[in-house]
């Protein structure tokens, strides 16, 4: 109890004397404070100041970079002026500049030189000054991968000489990237297996030409499938009874996406095609031709947007007479049959035809439901009842 009481009165200098006595627990190995910062936090005072400054003086809000792609401001060599000063050259205004550099910070990294070399491979493909830096605003990234430029301009060559047009090869340089930093060498073979391919096939010789160029300005990234894999699907879908020309169809259908399917996958699609429209093989492969994207898309998905449309009161007979209704989302499809109501169009009446296509294209034929059903009756051979 003395102890207790003598314990409590003890304050200041005296409760410190105190604790000397004690024997203290295992210390805790704790580095100085000025030590204890994570990695990024100690970078983060490292900001390459010139870099800062040279952004700053080209109206770029640093912030964007800081939140969005900080490891640009930390690297010790950097391009700001000169990359700045390639853009002027082209056309840009300062403004232009602020948004490229900002969007694409990782710009002030690469070598002038670079830069230089890239900007005269798109100049291959663009028709002035003026366009190619449209497209320089528009697709910084892919301007700024500077890596493999003799490969790049080995296969736009390659397909200038194929007879693809520029714009579309500037096209593929901007949205696909990736297929001019395909060694050129495998985009050859894969252009020569997809001609053999057609002509196999029973394509015409005289129309060869126009279908590859028109399947490439639909899916260049076709030519990143493999020749066999060419040939897997190929095989398979014979192997299931479709012929020649319907193979060809399905290959143009789909744009060449077929390639990127696999057997086992398109199996079971069409088995349970099969199954759930109660039809023959013959009839299950005109159906496919006629819906290719009953290949593409698992069995729970058609399940599901099949289930969708029956909920709505459309019958089996329907989705099979227009099968290119499962294109759509439940989502899409409850959405058009709404407005489609709107007009007093009772679709489980009639014909799922109304319900398909592009966004674009079912509001212009919406447009045209509406504009007819507006317009008045008028038989101008009529007797008008008049009250006298």
């Known amino acids: ?54 952004l700053h003086a080209c109206s770029v ?3 964007k970079i800081r939140r969005l792609k900080p490891w640009v401001l930390l690297e010790a060599d950097t391009h700001v002026e000169e990359i700045a000063d390639i853009l002027k ?20 990294v690469c070598s002038p030189a670079a830069v230089k070399a890239k900007r005269e491979l798109w100049q291959m493909v663009c028709k002035s000054e003026a366009e190619l830096i449209r497209l320089i605003e528009q ?12 490969n790049q301009k080995l296969n736009v060559q390659f ?12 096209r593929f340089l901007t949205t696909a990237s990736s297929i001019f930093r395909n060694p050129v060498a495998n985009n050859k073979r894969m252009i020569g297996v997809l001609q053999e391919s057609y002509l196999h096939l029973g394509g015409s010789p005289a129309n060869a030409k126009v ?39 399905l290959l143009s259908k789909l744009k060449g996406f077929l390639f990127q399917l696999q057997p086992g996958s398109i199996q079971n699609s069409i088995s349970f095609a099969k199954t759930t ?31 969708a449309l ?37 679709i489980k009446d009639g014909h799922l035809a109304s319900l398909n296509g592009t966004k674009k294209e079912f509001e212009a034929n919406f447009s045209k439901m509406q504009a007819k059903q507006g317009r008045p009756l008028f038989n101008p051979v009529a007797q008008l009842d008049v009250d006298e």
Do not use: H
């Open 211 to 249: 279908w590859l160029l028109k399947l490439l300005s639909q899916n260049p990234f076709i030519v990143l499938s493999s020749p066999m894999a060419v040939d897997q699907i190929l095989k398979f879908l014979q192997g299931q009874g479709f012929t020649d020309s319907q193979v060809l169809q």
């Open 159 to 170: 397909f200038q000489e194929l007879g693809l047009k520029n714009v579309v090869i500037s």
């Open 61 to 63: 809000d640093v912030r």
């Open 1 to 54: 109890m003395l102890w207790r009481t003598s314990w409590k009165v003890l304050t200041g200098p005296q409760l410190c004397r105190l604790r000397l006595y004690r024997t203290p627990p295992p210390a805790l190995k704790i580095r100085p404070l000025a030590c204890v910062t994570y990695e990024t936090d100690s970078r983060s005072n490292q900001e390459n100041t010139r870099t800062v400054a040279g």
């Open 89 to 108: 050259e082209l056309g840009a205004s300062k403004t232009v500049v602020a948004s490229i550099l900002e969007r694409c910070p990782e710009a002030i």
């Open 310 to 346: 029956l909920k709505e009161g459309i019958s089996m007979a329907q989705i099979r007479e227009s099968p290119m209704v499962l294109e759509l989302t439940p989502q899409i499809v409850q959405y058009r049959i709404r407005k489609l109501n709107s007009l007093g169009y009772r």
């Open 139 to 150: 697709f910084p990234e892919p301007f700024f991968t500077v890596k493999d430029q003799e």
């Open 277 to 307: 429209f109660e039809c023959t093989d013959r009839e299950l492969r005109q159906l496919v031709v006629d819906c290719p994207v009953l290949l593409c898309y698992p069995a729970p998905v058609l399940e599901e947007r099949i289930q």
